[in-house]
């Protein structure tokens, strides 16, 4: 099990490194895009619809991209009231209650997207924006950012499971 952690969380780091690029470049796109839309309109008179539009329809692709990577860097929103109160067991078992009923919720979240993707995608229907944007390309970043999310979890659950079996050695060998 170690060993499936170890290779987990290389490949998870892989992840990371992409999707924190991918994030990096929609955040540099959406800047240019509106900064470039308003120098333009100011010196033109005139500008492009879709550089105004297209920035917070690419929001959703940062937004369940990144959420994965907030949360296995421990940069996540969180609420730190119990662990004050528990001993080290217990904040592990708690972490690990987190980490599972989070990953329980992402599959939920990850079946409902790849659903609402088949779904828009049946019914064809489109972004009017000065070109036609398939709106299922947007919610396309459900299911991906679900199942990056999903690895993400899973790495953090295993490694939660690994914590315990070590503390849990630790203090038998105490004993002894």
Not at 14 to 25: K, L, N, P, S, Y
Not at 69 to 87: C, E, N
Not at 99 to 119: K, M, Q, Y
Request: net charge neutral.
């Amino acid at each position: 099990m170690i060993l499936f952690a170890r290779v987990l969380r290389h490949v998870n780091g892989f992840i990371e490194r992409i999707v924190m690029a991918i994030g990096m470049a929609i955040i540099a796109f959406a800047v240019l895009a509106m900064t470039g839309g308003a120098i333009t309109r100011y010196y033109t008179g005139m500008g492009y619809d879709w550089v105004m539009d297209l920035p917070p329809i690419m929001m959703p692709w940062l937004v369940f991209l990144l959420c994965g990577v907030l949360l296995r860097s421990g940069s996540h929103i969180t609420v730190d009231f119990l662990p004050r109160y528990l001993k080290a067991r217990g904040q592990l078992l708690l972490q690990l209650f987190v980490h599972v009923a989070v990953l329980i919720a992402t599959i939920v979240f990850l079946i409902a997207g790849v659903e609402a993707v088949a779904l828009f995608r049946m019914l064809g229907q489109v972004m009017e924006l000065e070109f036609d944007l398939p709106m299922w390309y947007v919610y396309l970043s459900f299911p991906v950012g679900f199942s990056i999310l999903t690895s993400f979890v899973f790495e953090l659950c295993l490694e939660d499971v690994i914590k315990l079996r070590a503390y849990k050695n630790s203090c038998v060998s105490e004993v002894l």
